[in-house]
Nanobody, 117 residues
Framework: QVQLVESGGGLVQPGGSLRLSCAASGSIEPIYVMGWYRQAPGEGRELVAN???????NYADSVKGRFTISQEKGKNTIHLQMDNLKPEDTAVYYCNTVSGVSLRLHWGQGTQVTVSS
């Protein structure tokens, strides 16, 4: 059973920055992928960025060049550095993992990111 704890959300002005963090614990199974999804009101949950095996990274087109995902060496902890934030980035951001032989998905409770003047 993977438990995910997120932090770092908040309210920022357009052009500002935030750094989200997610720590995974409570499972003896390997975690293959960690990443971030987001969901705005009335919209579906979409992939923002993820990292597989600590090496391969994927980003949504809308955040390329602005967001950077990273994983701490030897830890199931990731960070999402978000720069040049836009109002369109406003959403609840959820940490996600894929783990074990069954490739089970686990989700954090979400952290609110609001970009507004």
């Amino acid at each position: 059973q993977v438990q995910l704890v997120e932090s770092g959300g908040g309210l920022v002005q357009p052009g500002g920055s935030l750094r989200l963090s997610c720590a995974a614990s409570g499972s003896i199974e390997p975690i293959y992928v960690m990443g971030w999804y987001r969901q705005a009101p009335g919209e579906g949950r979409e992939l923002v960025a993820n990292i597989a095996d600590g090496l391969s990274k994927n980003y949504a087109d809308s955040v390329k060049g602005r967001f950077t995902i990273s994983q701490e060496k030897g830890k199931n902890t990731i960070h999402l550095q978000m720069d040049n934030l836009k109002p369109e980035d406003t959403a609840v951001y959820y940490c996600n993992t894929v783990s074990g032989v069954s490739l089970r998905l686990h989700w954090g409770q979400g952290t609110q990111v609001t970009v507004s003047s």
